[in-house]
């Protein structure tokens, strides 16, 4: 069982920079595949980021690619979303999610936990 709180959100100026937060509570978050995704208002969520269990291998959208950065500290169960250059297409709800076992994936049904969400809003 991996329970996910995620904090940071807020509003930003487009073409600033934020940085998320995702605590994880559980003795499995070291084996889990961490994954961000966002739903924004009428859309579908949306995969953001993934990172491997050792955090050696990231994976991004097309959309954040060179602009966000996924990274973990597996000693103090945390894993982060720094955002760059953002954007006002990036104001969204953002999830934070952990996979157990596995691979990366894209896919948010391929998850089995989920946090709360934290909204971020990006003003031009």
């Known amino acids: 069982q991996v329970q996910l709180v995620e904090s940071g959100g807020g509003l930003v100026q487009a073409g600033g920079s934020h940085r998320l937060s995702c605590a994880a509570s559980?003795?499995?978050?070291?084996?889990?595949?961490m994954g961000w995704f966002r739903q924004a208002p009428g859309k579908e969520r949306e995969f953001v980021a993934a990172?491997?269990?050792?955090?050696?291998?990231?994976y991004y959208a097309d959309s954040v690619k060179g602009r966000f950065t996924i990274s973990r500290d597996n000693a103090k169960n945390t894993v982060y979303l720094q955002m760059n250059s953002l954007k006002p297409e990036d104001t969204a709800v953002y999830y934070c999610?952990?996979?157990?076992?596995?691979?990366?994936?894209?896919?948010?049904?391929?998850?089995?936990?989920w946090g709360q969400g934290t909204q971020v809003t990006v003003s031009s």
């Open positions: 559980g003795r499995t978050f070291s084996s889990s595949v």
């Open positions: 990172i491997s269990r050792s955090g050696a291998n990231t």
């Open positions: 999610a952990a996979r157990s076992g596995g691979i990366y994936t894209s896919s948010p049904n391929s998850y089995n936990y």
